[in-house]
Nanobody, 122 residues
Framework: QVQLVESGGGLVQPGGSLRLSCVASGSISSINAMGWYRQAPGKERELVAT???????NYADFVKGRFTIARDNAKNTVYLRMNSLKPEDTAVYYC????????????????WGNGTLVTVSS
């Protein structure tokens, strides 16, 4: 069983910063791409940033220059550093990872965390 657990959300004032973390645990052989998505009230879930195990990082246009994604493969962890936060960044942020399990079914599958709420408000 694989589990993703996010942390680091909370209430922050406009212009402030937060760092989100997501740890993958369980029967893991390897992790391919990891990423962050978000869903604001009344809106569809959207991509924020993805980071492959090797290769080019991808950011949504609305976070370029403000957010930074990074990963620690030894810790099975992905981070999202968010600077210059705006009220429109308010959303539940979800971690996603494409994981190859160490047991059945032995092929890569996408996994999601339960999300962490980020509220940007004065």
């Amino acid at each position: 069983q694989v589990q993703l657990v996010e942390s680091g959300g909370g209430l922050v004032q406009p212009g402030g910063s937060l760092r989100l973390s997501c740890v993958a645990s369980g029967s893991i052989s390897s992790i391919n791409a990891m990423g962050w998505y978000r869903q604001a009230p009344g809106k569809e879930r959207e991509l924020v940033a993805t980071i492959p195990r090797g290769g080019r990082i991808n950011y949504a246009d609305f976070v370029k220059g403000r957010f930074t994604i990074a990963r620690d493969n030894a810790k099975n962890t992905v981070y999202l550093r968010m600077n210059s936060l705006k009220p429109e960044d308010t959303a539940v942020y979800y971690c996603n990872a494409n994981i190859v399990p160490s047991g059945w079914p032995y092929y890569a599958m996408d996994h999601w965390g339960n999300g962490t709420l980020v509220t940007v408000s004065s």
